[in-house]
């Protein structure tokens, strides 16, 4: 555990992704290269972890009890994510610890397997999410350019 | 058709052996101060379309008599509401076997109907083409991007409708333009294309000025933040990709 406690603090990294759940996936979009990633299941999980800013430790701690394995265990799989997240720039070295630290609970996942959780890197709307469409919205449901470019 | 829509010289296009048929679907909805100029840049194409569709969304500045000022254009008043709606209008009343796009506010440049209907015809396996774009200020100049907006380059893959032209099969085959999405359904009906494996050529010619405006950052992007995280998680359910760790898609 060595070199998770190295990780401690860690940061999303809101300049470079944005991220959203959706129907329990996590779907991070790289705003510089329009990669996007997923993380599901135990990935998912240490998610809620880094998005509440609780060191690695509590994220293991959570995991090991939420799956019911052992520490040693979960605090690889959360080794090996926070790297491939570090490597990715979805994370960062934080600037400070928080002054707070919540406990960090997960729901029982009693009868859920233990799977390793892995960043898995999609690139099919890279172009697209480059491209970046650039318009608002009006109230009829149309893109709009701004006002000044309305004017006639 | 009009006056202005006849082919005209070309240095850049090789002759087709035949003329086949394009629809060109423009939606549009208050957009008359740069509609002109989109229209125009049709007139120059070598290649003459043989249906012009201007849908109008119900614009209340001058859209629909500058539309109309242009001769063999046909103006069509939008049924519904939306982006998608109005390009699924225009598809339904397309009657040629080619479809292109233009978005009011984009120019095309001369030969991208001839140059992308040679390679449809030339390549019966594609379902469709796409060539690149520069982008234009409000002003109509070349400009350069900001840099995190497809980086430095000057040119990018016109992965939009205005630089797409296609079968009119493929959409009776993959559907159009998906209303949920507001701004996000160009995106998500590439996106569907893609993982449908339908075969596309990208043009190394660009063929498209796409005007890029100042807008509302923080309204922008939020709604099309929360689209395009939509449409991944589409795209992943519909390929129902293994989480196989580093796998590139």
Request: charged share 20%.
């Amino acid at each position: 555990m060595t070199t998770t406690q190295s990780h401690a603090a860690l940061t999303i990294n809101a300049d470079k992704v944005a991220h959203e759940t959706i129907e329990d996936e996590v779907i991070i979009i790289h705003l510089e290269t329009g990669t996007y990633y997923n993380l599901v299941d135990v990935g998912r999980d240490v998610w809620l972890g880094l998005e509440v800013g609780v060191p690695s430790q509590e994220i293991v701690k959570a995991l090991s009890s939420a799956y019911g394995v052992a520490p040693e265990l979960a605090g690889e799989a959360v080794e090996a994510l926070l790297a491939s997240l570090l490597a990715e720039e979805i994370l960062v070295a934080a600037d400070s610890s928080p002054a707070s630290i919540e406990p960090f609970k997960l729901s029982d996942r009693t009868g859920c397997p233990f799977t390793t959780p892995e960043l898995t890197i999609h690139t099919n709307m890279a172009d697209l999410l480059m491209l970046d469409p650039i318009h608002d919205v009006d109230e009829q449901g149309w893109p709009s350019a701004s006002p000044q470019d309305r004017a006639l | 058709m009009a006056e202005c829509l006849t082919p005209g010289p070309s240095s850049v296009t090789p002759p087709l052996a035949s003329a086949p048929a394009v629809s060109v679907i423009l939606v549009v909805r208050n957009g008359a101060a740069y509609l002109a100029e989109a229209l125009e840049s049709l007139c120059r194409q070598s290649h003459t379309p043989a249906q012009v569709l201007v849908v109008d969304g119900h614009s209340s500045d001058s859209t629909v008599s500058v539309a109309e000022s242009f001769p063999g254009v046909t103006v069509v008043q939008q049924e519904g509401m939306g982006l998608a709606n109005a390009r699924n209008q225009g598809l339904a009343l397309a009657r040629h076997p080619y479809v292109a796009f233009l978005d009011h506010d984009d120019r095309w440049l001369p030969g991208m109907l001839s140059l992308q209907l040679a390679t449809l015809e030339q390549q019966p396996r594609l379902g469709y083409g796409l060539c690149h774009l520069r982008f234009i200020s409000a002003h109509g100049e070349p400009i350069v991007p900001p840099a995190n907006r497809a980086g430095a380059s000057r040119r990018f893959p016109a992965v939009t409708p205005s630089g797409l032209v296609a079968r009119r099969s493929l959409f009776d085959a993959l559907g159009g333009f998906d209303p949920a999405y507001a701004i996000g359904c160009d995106a998500a009906w590439f996106t569907r294309a893609r993982d449908a494996g339908i075969p596309s050529a990208l043009l190394e010619d660009v063929l498209l000025e796409k005007r890029l405006h100042d807008t509302n950052l923080s309204n922008r992007s939020a709604i099309n933040r929360s689209e395009m995280f939509r449409i991944a998680a589409a795209s992943l359910a519909r390929r129902r990709l293994p989480q196989s760790g580093n796998g590139g898609s």
